[in-house]
């Protein structure tokens, strides 16, 4: 699947009972799981910029730990020393990350594939180092980091856990549907354009890169948007929080989910948040089983094995193949 | 006067009653629900030892028919310990799993500094025990702020303190270098320490490095520390590290008083792989509280005689050099302390059982430190005693110092 999908009334069907199935499912479930579920959009916001970045774009990124940070630290930092409200930090988180993305960009350009994802390899690594600095301690908190606490609810009657669901689903449902328009305008297919052939791109009339920094910006600003909901979830910021496995979980969580979709990102805030509880859960079952992190690394080999293409990659095949079946 | 000791002992009852008809959660008659998280994985993961060994010595309790508790009842306990590996944010979900969907009564010896500071708010506004806590950061006996959240091990910052003390005593014009985890632990022991050095802390340390617990090693800051000419060595590191600093120190020669932090003195886990010779060479000095496992001069001490039975019976198969089974067995040894004489089991009961030890001795805690906490003291244990290695084990020497005046 190398363009997004096109509008067909199965998907509308599809799409609006997710979205309603979303709406109910925190009544159905407990705080921790909706906190669970939260975290998932979280993660699946910052994967749906990385799928827009290198599904769509072919721009390669194992850093978006960096920019994930840059959202959760944006938000904590004007929560804690300018006093604003959650809600408009989301923004200024949203804001910060996009200019952070969009100045990476400008230099990164040059890069093309390998050499790129090694130069957002480097800010993955600086980045837990660059929130201890002394120099930014004031900000930052250093090491201790800074705690958020969780937004009030927004209504009478939901729980704090379930407000912050409702808003993640929200931005998650948005995001989403703005990604759809994006993918499907001019500059969607120019993205593409360039993504698989540059330079047939550029003889087109495509300013590359302007479309190439402005992808990385939109990216980086998805990424940060998933950071400050993530911070909200945990109620706390700290540096070790944002190591290069979160960049790690961010790309496997893509790939998995299927990295040239949008409904990816779902299922691969889903995998990376509930497959390790599986996994600590399988190896207890039995004393022969290895320990936990085993046991992922043989569910992801399967994954990668069996639906090459990413969850969402498998569910168009199988939906296909249903189709042909039928008509045929 | 009998009218109001009628009503009182009534209002009493009243209260007891009350009390025990709302269950607390976690606790049944038979069964109290006790959570606990410890990298398994991870960085930190030579902790896990901590972790196994609180579900070796509780599941051989359960075994023998439970526990009897102050109450009179007798329970199982039931330890839930779950891997978080070492970051604050999983710490985070696994703690909300463990209290939210296991329904654990508490928390008990969860590991690591950053990421108990990611719970610390948590478990004070859910109001639930957040006890004993494997980490000997200073800003876990608060009761006034935290009055859910109690430590158990000496306070780094203490600790820090003592080796100051003795590097201005015994080294003529001293030059300091230090190595630290650039996190709270690490800036708990620096600070200690510079305190303790007082207003020449500025013009006796010349070279102080950080590293990050994310970093392969740590062979170049030694370097720098060498090149510095530093005769004085404050190593504030964990195992992983420790054993690379010793190892370099050895292989380029460099012969400074190392002072090792006492998170890093197990034989097992640091010396070992550092190498023992090399180890003998540094001159290795750290502050103890823990019995050492392979030091025979405890070999008969009725405490080490029962650590070392329950070892042989249940982990046989644990390396009796790390003294990391020590500290978990005397953390859980505490833990059964507490719930030995604790009639009311109720959250906030359960706080005060934990608020009032008086001299229980620990049976792998060196001879004559006592734990105790009051309402107002919620550092458990806060003495310790120099040592230094001679290739075989740890030698003490000197008085216990009790710091519990800090």
């Known amino acids: 699947m190398t363009r997004p999908n096109r509008i067909t009334p199965a998907l509308l069907i599809g799409f609006l009972a997710a979205v309603g199935f979303a709406v109910i499912l925190p009544h159905l479930v407990s705080n921790f799981t909706t906190y669970q579920l939260t975290l998932a959009m979280s993660w699946g916001v910052a994967m749906l910029g990385l799928n827009v970045l290198t599904g769509y774009n072919g721009q390669f990124s194992i850093g978006h730990s960096a920019f994930f940070a840059a959202g959760a630290y944006g938000a904590a930092i004007m929560i804690e020393h300018a006093g604003w409200g959650p809600y408009e930090a989301i923004a200024a988180a949203a804001g910060f990350s996009f200019i952070f993305g969009f100045l990476f960009g400008l230099p990164a350009l040059r890069l093309e594939g390998l050499y790129l994802a090694l130069a957002t390899f480097g800010l993955a690594v600086a980045t837990p180092q660059l929130l201890k600095f002394d120099a930014f301690e004031d900000w930052t908190g250093g090491v201790q980091g800074i705690f958020v606490p969780k937004p009030a609810p927004l209504l009478e009657g939901l729980s704090a856990d379930q407000s912050l669901y409702y808003v993640a689903l929200a931005i998650m449902v948005f995001l989403m549907v703005i990604t759809w328009c994006i993918l499907h305008s001019r500059s969607g297919r120019a993205m593409m354009a360039i993504r698989d052939n540059p330079i047939a791109a550029r003889t087109m009339g495509i300013n590359l890169p302007l479309v190439k920094t402005t992808t990385f910006g939109i990216s980086a600003m998805f990424a940060g948007i998933g950071g400050a909901l993530f911070t909200y979830s945990s109620e706390f910021v700290s540096p070790d929080a944002f190591n290069f496995f979160i960049a790690v979980y961010i790309l496997v969580g893509s790939v998995i989910g299927g990295i040239v979709s949008i409904p990816g990102a779902i299922f691969g805030g889903l995998f990376v948040v509930f497959m390790p509880h599986v996994a600590e859960d399988v190896s207890n079952i039995y004393t022969f089983i290895p320990p936990p992190w085993a046991v992922f690394g043989v569910f992801l080999i399967l994954v990668i094995y069996f639906v090459p293409f990413g969850i969402w990659g498998g569910i168009e095949r199988l939906a296909a193949w249903t189709k042909r079946k039928m008509a045929g | ?406």
């Open chain 2, 1 to 406: 006067m009998r009218l109001t000791t009628l009503m009182a002992t009534t209002a009493a009852a009243v209260l007891f009653a009350a009390s025990a008809s709302a269950q607390t959660v976690g606790v049944t008659d038979d069964t109290i629900k006790i959570g606990n998280t410890s990298p398994y994985s991870g960085p930190a993961s030579s902790y896990g030892v901590i972790g196994k060994t609180h579900q070796a010595y509780w599941k051989a309790i359960n075994e023998a028919g439970g526990l009897k508790m102050g109450d009179g009842k007798t329970r199982k306990v039931e330890i839930i310990s779950l891997d978080d590996g070492y970051s604050p944010p999983k710490t985070v979900e696994q703690v909300r799993k463990l209290v939210e969907q296991e329904g654990v009564a508490m928390t008990f010896n969860t590991l690591g500094t950053p990421t108990n500071s990611a719970i610390h708010r948590y478990m004070n506004a859910k109001k639930v025990p957040h006890l004993f806590l494997a980490t000997g950061a200073s800003k876990w006996g608060h009761p006034d702020k935290f009055p859910w959240t109690m430590g158990f091990q000496p306070t780094y910052d203490v600790e820090g303190a003592i080796y100051a003390a003795y590097a201005l005593k015994n080294v003529e014009n001293p030059k300091i270098a230090i190595l630290f985890q650039n996190d709270d632990y690490g800036k708990d022991y620096r600070d200690g320490f510079l305190k303790a050095l007082g207003d020449k802390a500025d013009k006796l340390v010349v070279k102080m490095l950080p590293y990050e617990v994310t970093d392969p090693t740590v062979d170049a800051q030694v370097l720098e520390m060498a090149a510095s000419g530093a005769n004085v060595f404050f190593n504030v590191t964990i195992p992983k590290f420790a054993a690379q600093a010793i190892k370099k120190a050895c292989e380029i020669d460099w012969k400074p008083l190392h002072l090792l932090n006492n998170v890093s003195s197990s034989v097992g886990a640091t010396l070992k792989p550092a190498g023992l010779e090399c180890s003998k060479s540094q001159g290795l000095i750290t502050a103890q509280w823990l019995k050492d496992p392979t030091d025979p001069q405890w070999a008969d001490t009725d405490g080490f005689k029962e650590w070392s039975a329950w070892m042989d019976k249940n982990m046989p198969d644990g390396d009796r050099g790390d003294v990391n089974y020590a500290f978990g067995y005397n953390a859980s040894t505490l833990l059964k302390h507490v719930l030995e004489n604790c009639a009311d089991f109720s959250r906030p009961g359960i706080m005060a059982c934990a608020a009032n030890i008086k001299d229980f001795e620990l049976p792998m805690t060196l001879p004559g430190i006592k734990v105790n906490t009051s309402p107002t003291d919620f550092y458990p244990v806060q003495a310790e005693q120099l040592s230094k290695f001679n290739g075989e084990k740890w030698v003490l020497f000197g008085e216990i110092i009790d710091a519990s005046s800090h």
